[in-house]
């Protein structure tokens, strides 16, 4: 068994097409893990599994993809993550159970912002990271500007290997640690990044500075330490470098990895809450503690059913038991245990803490839930989940399949949690909400493949809001009806007048003398408040923002009810909302944009002429952040616009502000579209 020092769960992160796959597949090829180097461009990847990746107009990574290996002594699990930002919230969340990272960069484009993303978010996750230049046999490729690109993000990079040779006549790189077979042409640059590398080492710890200062020097083995004590700590990143299509530079990163990323013994205890009781726990990588694990990722099979990748934090994990889903509180049968390997997985008897294996049909367990003991358990902090940035309207192709369309899309909403389905109550469509429009897209494609059924999907409504802009006072609403019965009979006066932003509705009974009897008052307020859902005049989307005051009324002894006073009020508030001057009101989005430098200048044009204003910008490395604020309107189609002004480098996120008055020219148009909707609907 090995022991927890020797285990080591790192992830690939950058960005998207800068080879982190590739580097994934020439890591488990060196260390013997699989018989063949894996190609993400013939389809023979061992780590992009799934059609959608395979599919030769995208050859991209969509999720996650978890490969458990040995190297060295050492137990280790590489997890290959997402680089577009369509898909990277998958490997965000995979980050907060994994201890490394190996930021990858391009050797021709640098750091870009997606490797800038990524690396704030292992920082964020508590994940120590080096890096790697991948693509050093590329044309144009520049170790130099890569190395600089990293040092703008300010990730304090320090070259742990320098390449031999560039493009075409790369022919393998030098590592600064060991200093062995070091070109007499590159003697003076690899003396020169090794003092340099040495320099930094010792600045990781206040004793190897002292010796350092006093002798000028230090051992092979004494700067390691200073390393490992660094990047422990997020002082410095190690830089390796190499061409993993060519398996160039892969035995030092290995190496490295190996060396330099910490094991869960070097995390430490994980923060959790005990189950029975109140307080803290401190949940040390022990076997022989009641167990607690964590649920990094749900994967569903058409076959074989759903997958569950859990990371083991304490005690030990057995198959073929029962534990507890401390997220739910509910009882769960463990089955097998499964050593993940890609698509293939072998069977194993136990995990213990640090280990990452699939557990197969865990019942009603999701990702980011915590596992425990049944006895003594601890509940592990849940795992923060990206807001999705696009929604669409999605709705059956084929009439009769909505119930099966929403319950198979309810299955992929738990495999990825980035995911967001829901109805808009206002417009009435189903909303499928995620990271991007390919995000979307790709989501149909796997509903199609493991459930064989078809969706359309259409740009969502804007759910637009109707509000009064001025006082209108006494408005009757009035319900009279006999029928030679038992008749109706209701009479209320109504006064409304706006609200502030934001602040919903108001009811105020201001009925003196017994005008309109109290226990009628509030089939009014009912009345009102289902008049306010069904719509206002203008376009028939919900009122709010409004106070109503019911200052008068009649009624009749015998006549005079609930339901006629509900209906009376509900006349009186639409007379009411007619004579206040109503006004369309739109949702207005706080939106964040990340764009390379060179790109800023067109997307504030572009934001601007979205009648969007920005609210500030802040340089981070390469790219500048923008926030500003845009009509929900404006930006439904965002996405392609800023991949084509940013060359794919840009990214948005985007979240409700407020509501604020539509123009005039926005007004007019959603009321004629709206008439236009209600005629052309069968009679």
Request: aromatic share 4%.
């Amino acid at each position: 068994m090995t022991d927890v020092a020797d285990i080591r769960n790192f992830a690939l992160v950058g960005h998207a097409h800068d080879g982190k796959t590739s580097v994934g597949e020439a890591l488990l090829h060196a260390a013997g893990a699989t018989p063949e180097l894996g190609k993400v461009d013939d389809g023979t990847s061992h780590l992009d599994t799934l059609p959608e990746e395979k599919d030769g107009h995208n050859r991209h990574t969509v999720s996650s993809s978890i490969f458990a290996f040995e190297h060295d002594g050492k137990a280790l699990t590489l997890v290959d993550t997402p680089g577009d930002p369509n898909f990277q919230a998958d490997g965000q969340i995979a980050l907060r159970g994994l201890d490394g990272a190996v930021v990858v960069v391009s050797a021709v484009d640098g750091a870009k912002v997606g490797t800038d993303r990524m690396a704030r978010e292992a920082k964020e996750s508590g994940a120590a990271c080096i890096a790697f230049i991948n693509g050093m046999d590329r044309e144009r490729a520049d170790f130099d500007a890569a190395i600089e690109s990293l040092a703008k993000l300010g990730l304090n990079p320090v070259p742990l290997a320098l390449p031999v040779g560039a493009g075409e006549g790369l022919k393998g790189v030098v590592d600064l640690l060991e200093m062995k077979d070091v070109p007499a042409e590159m003697k003076d640059a690899a003396d020169a990044a090794r003092q340099q590398l040495v320099e930094s080492a010792a600045e990781c710890d206040d004793e190897l500075l002292e010796k350092y200062l006093e002798e000028g020097e230090i051992s092979e083995e004494e700067a390691l330490r200073g390393l490992i004590t660094g990047v422990h700590a997020g002082q410095v990143l190690p830089v390796l470098c190499g061409a993993a299509n060519r398996e160039i530079g892969i035995a030092p990163l290995l190496r490295a990895i190996g060396q330099l990323l910490p094991s869960p013994a070097d995390r430490g205890a994980w923060s959790a809450q005990p189950m029975e009781g109140e307080g803290e726990l401190e949940l040390s990588p022990e076997a022989s503690a009641p167990l607690s694990a964590l649920v990094l990722k749900t994967c569903i099979d058409r076959y074989s059913g759903t997958l569950s990748m859990v990371r083991v934090v304490s005690g030990t994990l057995k198959g073929d038991g029962q534990i507890l889903d401390a997220t739910t509180g509910e009882r769960v049968r463990v089955g097998k245990l499964l050593k993940p390997a890609g698509a293939e997985h072998s069977e194993i008897s136990e995990a213990r803490p640090g280990q990452i294996v699939a557990l197969a049909k865990l019942k009603d367990v999701h990702t980011g839930h915590s596992l425990t003991a049944e006895k003594g358990g601890a509940r592990l902090p849940e795992l923060p989940i990206p807001e999705g940035v696009l929604s669409y309207a999605i709705s059956a192709k084929t009439k009769g399949d909505e119930d099966k369309v929403h319950a198979s899309l309810g299955r992929l909403v738990e495999e990825d949690p980035a995911l967001r389905l829901g109805r808009e109550a206002s417009t009435g469509e189903f909303l499928l909400t995620g990271m991007g429009e390919l995000h979307i897209r790709t989501t149909v494609q796997k509903l199609k493949r493991l459930f064989d059924v078809e969706v359309e999907l259409k740009t969502p409504k804007v759910p637009y809001r109707e509000t009064v802009t001025r006082k209108a006072e006494h408005i009757e609403g009035k319900l009279k009806k006999q029928t030679g019965g038992k008749g109706m009979f209701g009479v209320c006066f109504l006064t409304v007048e706006p609200m502030e932003r934001g602040s919903g509705f108001e009811f105020a009974d201001e009925i003196v003398g017994g005008s309109i009897p109290r226990s009628l008052i509030p089939a009014v307020e009912k009345g009102v408040l289902e008049a306010m859902e069904r719509g206002g005049p203008l376009a028939g989307y919900p009122v709010v923002d409004i106070r109503v005051r019911c200052t008068d009324g009649k009624h009749h002894s015998v006549d005079s009810n609930e339901m006629a006073f509900k209906l009376a009020g509900s006349s009186g508030f639409r007379a009411a909302v007619e004579a206040a001057r109503p006004t369309l009101l739109e949702p207005i989005m706080n939106l964040e944009v990340t764009a390379p430098d060179d790109a800023v200048g067109d997307v504030m044009g572009d934001l601007s002429s979205r009648r969007g204003r920005v609210q500030s910008s802040e340089a981070r490395g390469n790219a500048t952040v923008i926030q500003a604020i845009v009509p929900m309107s404006e930006i439904l189609e965002y996405q392609s616009t800023l991949t084509s002004i940013t060359g794919g480098q840009g990214a948005f996120h985007m979240e409700f502000s407020h509501y604020d008055e539509a123009p005039a020219q926005v007004r007019d148009r959603v009321v004629e579209e709206t008439r236009k909707e209600r005629e052309a609907e069968p009679s």
